[in-house]
T-cell receptor, first 114, second 113 residues
């Protein structure tokens, strides 16, 4: 089955800096890669996603890049703000008969210091 | 726009008991997936329901079962509870189909004593 590795496990930045979180996946059939932000006591919130036919997608301060050959994808947050502090999860959704199942990484705790 | 709602928010049970958790999907969604999130871990897929049938299942024992109703809401049932079942149980809803975004509720925190 699919396996998703996420790094780093913790990330500390100063307000205004950029933050990058990286994930690798194992199943070359995976074709959909969402990113979620989870705040304390809340469920994961979808912040951006990318499909395998696209190499990069941007939404204001957030961008995601995908390298299908290397089987890795990354989340980029620019001009970080204290409210960006949360746990971030990457996920992969394999195609075929497993298309409904998301496999998550282990999460990255992002702390943005004012 | 009503998002995904789950009930109850917290639940305490003892070993051997059974529990039922409930989920109402986001308006317009027809597919419900359930995930288990242990403390400090990413969510793990339990199963997915569409058209009142279990369509996919993760690596969870038969003690975990579910149901989907005609109004698309869903229940997760866990029998013979173990200490290791203590976790946050998350419901996600989506449209059926390839690469459809899944939107999560805030979960039910289940504690087993």
């Amino acid at each position: 089955g699919e396996n998703v590795e996420q790094h780093p496990s913790t990330l500390s930045v100063q307000e205004g800096d950029s933050a990058v979180i990286k994930c690798t996946y194992s199943d070359s059939a995976s074709n959909y890669f969402p990113w979620y932000k989870q705040e304390l006591g809340k469920g994961p919130q979808l912040i951006i996603d990318i499909r395998s036919n696209v190499g990069e997608k941007k939404d204001q301060r957030i961008a995601v890049t995908l390298n299908k050959t290397a089987k890795h994808f990354s989340l980029h947050i620019t001009e970080t703000q204290p409210e960006d502090s949360a746990v971030y999860f990457c996920a992969a959704n394999a195609g075929g008969t497993s298309y409904g199942k998301l496999t998550f990484g282990q999460g990255t705790i992002l702390t943005v210091h004012p | 726009d009503a998002g995904v709602t789950q009930s109850p928010t917290h639940l305490i049970k003892t070993r051997g008991q059974q529990v039922t958790l409930r989920c109402s999907p986001k308006s317009g969604h027809d597919t419900v997936s359930w995930y288990q999130q242990a403390l400090g871990q990413g969510p793990q897929f339990i199963f997915q329901y569409y058209e009142e049938e279990e369509r996919q299942r993760g690596n969870f024992p038969d003690r975990f079962s579910g149901h989907q109703f005609p109004n698309y809401s869903s229940e997760l049932n866990v029998n013979a509870l173990l200490l290791g079942d203590s976790a946050l149980y998350l419901c996600a809803s989506s449209l059926q189909g390839m690469s459809q975004p899944q939107h999560f509720g805030d979960g039910t925190r289940l504690s087993i004593l």
